[in-house]
């Protein structure tokens, strides 16, 4: 169990979301309301666009709540779009090459959920992987060999499209091994220019996933309030856990969803259907 | 806010207590029941006396709960009387010097609770510490700061005599500087062969501590469990909080009252009465 | 490159020979003498057999000579059979579960050296790990893909003819890949009643290895060591670099050999000669 | 024994001087060539001024050669001033408190060298410190106390006079309790707008620190280096120890010398005198 945000739009200081809202992610990490477990103290990730090529990475294995480096670099750090992501780790081991989001060339990609009996599957998903991409996988997390499957599957092609049929042959695999509700997943992930986010369970009750509101509406409901009042029409927000209780700013996904936020406040949703292997 | 327990009797594996209760103190480092805040992940410390010629100390600023170097140790050693203490930071830092228990040759100390306003009070207290003492402070915590002015003030040859002192004159120096409710805490302390136990808050309200009951009425309370079975008389808990909700199995310690704990099953209660400094 | 030492004799505090030799292994995390790079601080660990029912290990991501836990560690656990290793990283992540010695039930392993190009080897090797295994490859070292491997090939049953047929193994999936040279190593290993040993480099000029000289010998030759005088025929160490520079206690073991020791002061040599897969 | 380095310049990639250089800080954490000490792996610093209201300040208690955050922050971060620290820890503990750069409000400071027998002089110089500030001082090193006194004694308003009156102070409270060859040290301290640097130690041969040499000279010497042809009148560096052996780059700064660094190319040296309490 863990908790994930995402932010695409104007440039904006990370501080501003990781630390200055009401229960963002960080204040998640100690006391998350909806999540499985109350606390994601295994670790945390921030993966940021911005000045350098690629995304950049920062992970820990400290509590986010206590890390003083986060605080610092969220402090003094702008981006368009960026993802931050606190773990519990219900098993694998606690360390950075565990801790999302994961990265690839322009990728980045986190998940909240696990996918079950992950050690009975774990061989033939890793031989699933493009053997050219194989000596990439660096920790022991489900969520890296289902990151490498999908980029296997085409992710940067049609990145919805591929986590369908990395779903698809997750759970083909696992009904082999006789392993039911294989995956249980919110997914997002990122190239820089659009943010993909995935709500899917094999056997239903997905983790929760939430988009906020059209800024316009937020802008409107909340006139008092100066943060809303700068957002602009491209400012989105992708999260496991609304940031603040109040009504109207936050819309739920619904379950076998795929969205797609991008440039110019473009959000859409659709359906989310794995596909088998053999059905393609 | 923190969590501890001591264990006073025949020599066990540190494991039995630590992980293999129901809701040990590991256990409380992730969901605390009676604390004032749920998590204390921010570091632990064991404290142990075994072969050597004092007690070890094992302390780590990661979360006890995914320590697996905590699980070895306690998995491999045993001992007639140890000390554990998971962490709540509120405000110092996460370091292993602000890691509690505190050690100075064969004296171990620990505390849950806090010095209000600590950073107006710090420098007048710290002066207060025996010179010869003053360099030995290495951490930033309230607590280190409380035991050098307990050594300072007797701890080793009046335990808890040297308490009241050392909470009476932080009394008074809070009131000195408007502070009010100087003092919340339970304070334990050893010196390798007895135990000495605090419960004492200024404005009253202490944190909770308890002790467990008498090991015959807990083996006649509940003769099917193999574990209570291998009680001797000379078995006893300290505890910030219960690990189990077994009914007569553990007693709350009165407020403003010290216990001593000590071989042979020794259990002592006395009032615990601050001592002001010109009072004595 | 990495340093590894090993003893097995009469129980020891561990200190005496991690912390109180001249230049002993947490020394040589500092200041290496004969190894490839002079500085082993990417980590540390150790593995003993003591009072529980397998062996204990301790790791840590934080360097050696910097780690207070390890020096209260060793400063109280005795033991009569220990492995500790210090890491060079030479690229794989600085994380526990890279840290040497490996362990599964009763067996430890350590390496210092390498698989050239690793990367390209990685997905065949652990494809050659015995699918019930492969879960249990948690970090991302080459060394802990050997050990499975020989745990696969028989290191239970026969410790260097399993090591004789991994190396075997290596050398052929290196050879299908282009790689020359594919193993650089001294292999520790051991199952709690005896110690094996290999140094072994395809392209030879392997790591350094040397045992302790027959204690009696010892003995004499340095009459007024007090450390020394205390050794039983029992006692003996097998380190990647000597503790100290004394003539006549250090015994060099020659490339390709392997070495065996047990009980009673047994300590036999014999050739390590690497076994392809279709060949035996 | 430590060492650290400064730029003031035109805003640079932090990355091209930390990792691009030959023998940049992260190579000397490793293998310092003039350092007392040749590993600094202790932990280290990198505070920076940026887009935030006050420097940033990034710390670790892991080795800078293996810390994959700063790689990545080092990567992504533009700064026209920043200062870098790599630590050699000789007795302090390894905790974040205790890395360099240390900060207050708009300034940093770093220091290589120490105040000798500091544990006797510990306590003298902390009463010294401005009781506001007192509270403020939250590791145990010698060079967080220095800091403070020099805040306490002007440096705000004139940095190199209040170092003078802090080294003073410090011969002073050293001769009181029989400490020879008090201070030894390079300073480098800044306020975001201009850069300090100090070379002194009490009993001479003081630790090195060397300045670039005139851009002009430097891009004339080779003007066949790209990254030298990119200097402008203004780039400046300050550092323990030069990142490359190349003649006419670096110029020793004397000992007994305070060099201020400033817009515009600015690079001043003067004599630095240590003024003692009452003589002022």
């Given at each position: 169990m863990c908790r994930w945000m995402a932010w695409h739009g104007?440039?904006?200081?990370i501080d501003e979301l990781l630390f200055k809202t009401q229960h963002g992610i960080v204040d998640q990490s100690l006391y998350?309301?909806?999540?499985?477990?109350?606390?994601?103290?295994?670790g945390f990730g921030l993966g940021w666009y911005g000045t350098g090529p690629g995304p950049a990475v920062y992970r820990n294995i400290a509590p986010a709540w206590s890390d003083t480096n986060l605080r610092e670099l969220a402090a003094n750090v702008h981006s368009p779009l960026f993802m931050a992501h606190v773990r519990a780790a219900i098993g694998s081991p606690v360390q950075e090459t565990n801790c999302h989001p994961f990265r690839r060339g322009q990728w980045l990609f986190c998940h909240n959920g696990f996918i079950a009996d992950f050690h009975l599957l774990r061989r033939d998903l890793m031989l699933a992987i493009d053997p050219e991409l194989f000596?990439?996988?660096?920790?022991?997390?489900d969520t890296e060999v289902v990151f490498y499957l999908a980029l296997t599957l085409g992710l940067e092609d049609d990145p919805i499209g591929a986590l369908e049929a990395t779903v698809g042959m997750i759970e083909e695999v696992a009904q082999k091994h006789g392993v039911d509700d294989a995956v249980q997943a919110t997914f997002g992930t990122s190239d820089g220019v659009h943010l993909w986010a995935v709500r899917y369970a094999t056997g239903g009750d997905a983790r929760s996933l939430f988009t906020s509101a059209d800024p316009a509406t937020v802008r409107d409901l909340y006139p008092d309030n100066p943060r809303f009042q700068r957002l602009t029409e491209e400012d989105r927000l992708v999260v496991s856990?609304?940031?603040?209780?109040?009504?109207?700013?936050w819309r739920e996904v619904p379950e076998s969803t795929a969205v797609t936020v991008g440039p110019a406040g473009l959000l859409e949703e659709r359906p989310f259907r794995p596909l088998a292997p053999g059905s393609g």
């Open positions: 104007q440039p904006v200081l998350s309301r909806l999540g499985a477990e109350p606390t994601n103290g295994d000596a990439e996988v660096h920790g022991s997390t856990e609304p940031f603040s209780d109040l009504p109207g700013v």
